[in-house]
Every structure is written in structure tokens, then in C-alpha cells.
């Protein structure tokens, strides 16, 4: 070889090496950098952990809570509220009956006839209406007149068979799904808002005379004969399609639960014992908090930028309005410190909320082989485009480890009512059956979650109990019983 050809063969073969170097040094950054993206999903998987025994911690710890919430006012977290109903509907209720369902992001106006023992429900409509969001942050009369509207304008749709013997004036039964401290069954006062909403001027005001002034000014004639939130309402429902309905739970936007106490074992209550013996107690459990509940950085972040820091933890773990902003933000410590979703920080990835929980459960359940869903979700709404299989894998597992840590505690939450009422473990004789009345967007729509929480749920109870406890979907459950409720509230009633 002559002295050019070593020359060049040296140059080449620097060339070749350093684009090796280059290669290799790129390979093990990008390595490096996705170790650091799985190294932030292991430990928030490994801080989200609710292995069962830790979930019969939070179970006790829910039953705990309620039994201190029923013995004084304040005297937990639970506010273990009354809601007056202390007989559900029978089955003999008869007449039209309007309802009203407010308590997330829609609300619904409804129209039921009820036909006795005999015939049931014989009809049934509804209309939904979103909220505008400006409503769910301005005044009380603002967001009652609008609702007040859509209820005239539904009213005026009503057919002639339904009109009501002359002189009776129309009822409805009022499904307002934030905490209310009843002091009857068509009366009660705001204590907060949750789900997002933050309207300063009802917060401690009559909810029934706010809806009546709206519903005067729009022209609405209607007495509203009952006032629940849509636990009480899902409970009625419930009961009415099926006897042993003992629990109802939600779980959409914001999640709750209610159930039948005994009125006896609730020492605050100082009115009268019912016939029944019977009280339904909502327990607005979305406030629920314990130190057994497993929290990481990210849910404390997300708790102080909320409209309500320190409230609402419960809900803050397991419900639809929380569970894609969890996820948002993990990814969004992801593209921080790895270049998992690019050289930057994907600048939507930095919105609150933006992520929604549909997405979130759109995402889950792609179980397309490229993940074609989750590709179209990240770079529609996060704008992020073109990213790597590894990268979408990623999000499912983090979309999974949300979901189940969420799930899971409904379940756990649900074993603490269980547990409360006596019905976690078998007794002699008759097998007791309970059927937990579910409802709520997440439950219905997020598949994954739902089997979840069920199969926790069986997982947690004794094989021969777990034969007898079944959680059945009752749709719209709140709406259709809160016009039960009015039925058999009414002030017509003989
Ligand atoms: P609300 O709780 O507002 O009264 P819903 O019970 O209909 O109303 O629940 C709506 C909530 O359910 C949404 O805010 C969302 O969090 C959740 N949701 C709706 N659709 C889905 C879905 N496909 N997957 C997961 N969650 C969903
Ligand atoms: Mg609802």
C-alpha cells in the first residue's frame, strides 16, 4: 500500500470509528434516558402499591371513620350525612314525577310516569344539558336560572297524557351531588363545592330555595318534594328495581357512596326513630383519608393546585375528573428527565388537565399491536408525534397503574361498608345477598377499572360471602330516583 492509500485508509477508518462513537454514545444516551423514564415509572408503580392486606388497612380504616362520623357532627372526615330518607320507594308509587340531576360536568332534566305494584315505570324521558364551564365558577343565580331554563323548555315539551289533574302542581324530586346538610327531605344547605365547581354565594344557602327562586323567574311551576344527591337517588332506584339493594356507589367525575343504616346505631340523630327502623346515610366518602392510602408526589402535587387543597383525597385517587391529570402528570416528569417524548418538554403536556380520563381509558384499551390509539391520543392532544412503540407501551403501563390503584381502593372502600353493615362475613342460616347499586361514567365506561374493582372486591371477601355480593350497573339510577323519592315524598302523598 503506498502512502496515500495508508492516508486514506486512516481517515476512513477514524471516519468509521467516530460515527461507531457517535452511534454508540447516542444508543447509550437514548438507553440511558429511557432507564430513566422506567425508573420513574417503577417507583411511582412501586408508591401506587395496594396489595391486599393494605387494602383491608384502608377497608378498616373507612369503617372506622364511618362510625365516627355517625356519632357526632365533625367528628370525622366522613360526614356521614343524613339524608331523611328513611323509607325508600316501595314499588306502589303512582303519577308523573319530574327530576332534576346535577353534580358534574351535565345535567339532567327528567320525566317519569309511574304505574303502582302492578306496571312500574311506564315511561321514562330525559334531556342532558352540559354545563358552560363560566357557569360552574360564576354566581348561584347564574348557574340556577340556566338550569331553571332548560327545565321550562323541557316542560313545555310535556304531552297531554302526562298533564295533571287540575290544581295538583308538578313535583320533582332534586338530585344536587355536593355536600348538603339536610334538615328534611326538601331542605338543605350547601357546605362546598367539589368536582370542580366554585360558586362562593350558595356555599351555605338553601339549595331547594335557590332552585325554587330560579325556577319562579323562569316561569317553572314545581314543588320539589325531595332534595338527594345521586348515591341517595342511585340507593332508590335500586332498591325499587331490586330488594337487596343495600349500598349504592358513584363513581364518575367525582365519586360517593351511600347506604342503609340502622337508626339506631347513629348517635347524632336526635329525631324521631322511623317505622322503618331505617336511615340512608350518604357518606360523601370522597373525603375519605388515611395514612394507609398509598400517595405519592404526584397526588400531592395535584391535591395543591386544586380548587380544593386537602379535601377530597379519596376522590382524588380513584374518580374520573382526577385520574388522566395523575397520569399527565407522571408523563410529564417522564419528558423532564428522559427523552422519551422528544429533546423538550411536549409544551401541552404542561396544561392541567389536559389529559382527560376518556382518553386516558381510550388509551388502556388499545390493544391494537403498534398501539395505533395511544400514537393518535399523544400527538392529538399532547402533540407529540412519532413516538417509539417503547414510548406508547409506557403510557398503557402508566394508564394501568393509575387505573388499578384507583379501582382498588373503591373496592377497598367498599369492603368498609361491607364491614359497617355486617355483611362481610357469612352468618348461620339464609345466605344475606347485597347488591352494591354502581353508577357513574368511569364505572360504565372504563372497562379495565371496572373489572378491577370488582374483582378486588371478591378478592377481599371470603369465597362464601363473595357468592352474595354482586355490583350491579343501574343507569341513571340518581335521576330516575330522585322522581321515585319525590313519589314518595309527596305532598299529596294520602
Ligand atoms: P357526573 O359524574 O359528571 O355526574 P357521569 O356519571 O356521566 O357524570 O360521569 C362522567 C365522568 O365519567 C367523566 O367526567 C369522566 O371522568 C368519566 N368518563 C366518561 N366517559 C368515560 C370513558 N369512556 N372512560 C373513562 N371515564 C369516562
Ligand atoms: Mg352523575
Request: hydrophobic share 40%.
Amino acid at each position: 500500500m503506498g502512502k496515500v492509500g495508508v492516508t486514506a485508509a486512516v481517515v476512513v477508518g477514524a471516519a468509521v470509528c467516530a460515527a461507531v462513537g457517535l452511534l454508540v454514545r447516542n444508543q447509550l444516551r437514548s438507553s440511558g434516558q429511557c432507564a430513566r423514564a422506567d425508573a420513574i415509572l417503577k417507583e411511582f408503580k412501586d408508591k401506587c402499591g395496594a396489595q391486599n392486606s393494605k387494602l383491608k388497612q384502608v377497608a378498616d380504616a373507612m369503617t372506622v371513620e364511618m362510625h365516627a362520623g355517625l356519632a357526632s357532627e365533625g367528628g370525622s372526615k366522613l360526614k356521614m350525612l343524613i339524608s331523611y330518607v328513611d323509607n325508600l320507594p316501595s314499588g306502589a308509587e303512582e303519577g308523573v314525577y319530574y327530576a332534576l340531576d346535577l353534580g358534574g360536568t351535565n345535567f339532567r332534566v327528567l320525566r317519569v310516569q309511574l304505574g303502582g305494584t302492578e306496571r312500574g315505570i311506564i315511561n321514562r324521558e330525559f334531556r342532558e344539558v352540559s354545563i358552560p364551564p363560566n357557569l360552574m365558577v360564576g354566581t348561584s343565580q347564574e348557574l340556577f336560572d340556566y338550569i331553571a331554563a332548560e327545565l321550562a323548555k323541557f316542560v313545555a315539551q310535556e304531552e297531554d297524557r302526562f298533564h295533571l289533574p287540575f290544581g295538583r302542581k308538578r313535583e320533582l324530586g332534586f338530585t344536587f351531588s355536593f355536600p348538603v346538610m339536610q334538615t328534611s327531605i326538601n331542605t338543605g344547605t350547601l357546605a362546598r363545592w367539589t368536582k370542580g365547581f366554585s360558586i362562593d354565594d350558595a356555599v351555605g344557602k338553601d339549595v331547594v330555595g335557590a332552585l325554587s327562586s330560579a325556577m319562579e323567574r323562569q316561569g317553572v311551576d314545581m314543588h320539589v318534594s325531595a332534595l338527594v344527591n345521586d348515591t341517595v337517588g342511585t340507593l332508590a332506584g335500586g332498591k325499587y328495581a331490586n330488594k337487596d339493594v343495600a349500598v349504592a356507589v358513584i363513581m364518575g367525575t367525582g365519586t360517593n357512596a351511600a347506604y342503609v343504616e340502622r337508626s339506631q346505631a347513629i348517635p347524632k340523630w336526635h329525631g324521631p326513630q322511623s317505622e322503618s327502623g331505617e336511615m340512608v346515610i350518604n357518606m360523601e366518602w370522597g373525603n375519605f383519608r388515611s395514612s394507609h392510602l398509598p400517595l405519592t408526589e404526584y397526588d400531592i402535587g395535584l391535591d395543591a393546585e386544586s380548587l380544593n387543597p386537602g379535601e377530597q383525597m379519596f376522590e382524588k385517587l380513584t374518580s374520573g375528573m382526577y385520574l388522566g391529570e395523575i397520569v399527565r402528570r407522571v408523563l410529564c416528569r417522564i419528558a423532564e428527565e428522559s427523552t422519551l417524548f422528544g429533546d423538550t418538554v411536549p409544551p401541552k403536556l404542561k396544561t392541567p388537565f389536559i389529559l382527560r380520563t376518556p382518553d386516558m381509558s381510550a388509551m388502556h384499551h388499545d390493544t391494537s399491536y403498534d398501539l395505533k390509539v395511544v400514537g393518535s391520543k399523544l400527538k392529538d392532544i399532547l402533540e407529540i408525534s412519532n413516538t417509539s412503540l417503547k414510548a406508547r407501551k409506557l403510557v398503557v403501563e402508566l394508564c394501568s397503574i393509575v387505573a388499578t390503584r384507583g379501582a382498588r381502593l373503591a373496592a377497598a372502600g367498599i369492603l368498609g361498608i361491607l364491614k359497617k353493615m355486617g355483611r362481610d362475613i357469612s352468618r348461620d342460616g339464609e345466605p344475606q345477598r347485597t347488591i352494591i347499586a354502581m353508577d357513574g361514567g368511569l364505572y360504565e365506561h372504563y372497562t379495565v377499572y371496572r373489572v378491577c374493582l370488582e374483582t378486588t372486591l371478591r378478592e377481599l371477601l371470603d369465597a362464601e360471602v363473595s357468592k352474595n355480593v354482586v355490583c350491579e350497573h343501574f343507569n341513571d339510577g340518581s335521576g330516575t330516583g330522585a322522581a321515585l323519592l319525590a313519589a314518595s315524598h309527596s305532598s299529596y302523598a294520602s
